[in-house]
């Protein structure tokens, strides 16, 4: 009987630690290739604008933003998980972020021909 007891509290209890462990994990590969996919359309872009667009530095303003909003999240969800919430979006929020940015970075690809002095202000 006491088996049974202890062995059930250890299967529903897990400590925050391995919350955020689980949460991250679940998490990292999809930014990682989100984060993939953002930064190659704008290289494409760049190569076929002749950098007239993007330069370098820019593309690597973009990258340390979308790593700084991660480590944020994960910060959050640090002090998050010690409550017992947690604010990680799901696999498919990263996709649903990653394709609105390839969006964003086509409309001002677009944007550039449309209107074009609005890059040079």
């Known amino acids: 009987m006491f088996l049974n007891?202890?062995?059930?509290?250890?299967?529903?209890?897990?400590?925050?630690?391995?919350?955020?462990?689980?949460m991250f994990t679940e998490q990292w590969w999809v930014f990682l290739v989100t984060l993939a996919i953002v930064l190659v359309v704008m290289i494409v872009i760049k190569i076929l604008t002749k950098g007239r667009i993007f330069k370098i530095r820019t593309i690597i303003k973009v990258a340390i933003n979308c790593v700084i909003a991660f480590v944020l999240l994960?910060?959050?969800?640090?002090?998050?998980?010690?409550?017992?919430?947690?604010?990680?979006?799901?696999?498919?929020?990263?996709?649903?972020?990653?394709?609105?940015?390839?969006?964003?970075?086509?409309?001002?690809?677009?944007?550039?021909?449309?209107?074009?002095?609005m890059f040079t202000a």
């Open 74 to 117: 994960f910060l959050i969800n640090t002090i998050g998980s010690i409550f017992g919430f947690a604010l990680v979006p799901r696999w498919w929020s990263w996709l649903l972020i990653g394709i609105f940015g390839v969006l964003a970075v086509i409309f001002l690809f677009v944007a550039y021909f449309v209107w074009p002095g």
């Open 5 to 22: 007891v202890s062995a059930e509290t250890a299967t529903e209890e897990t400590s925050w630690s391995d919350k955020l462990a689980s």
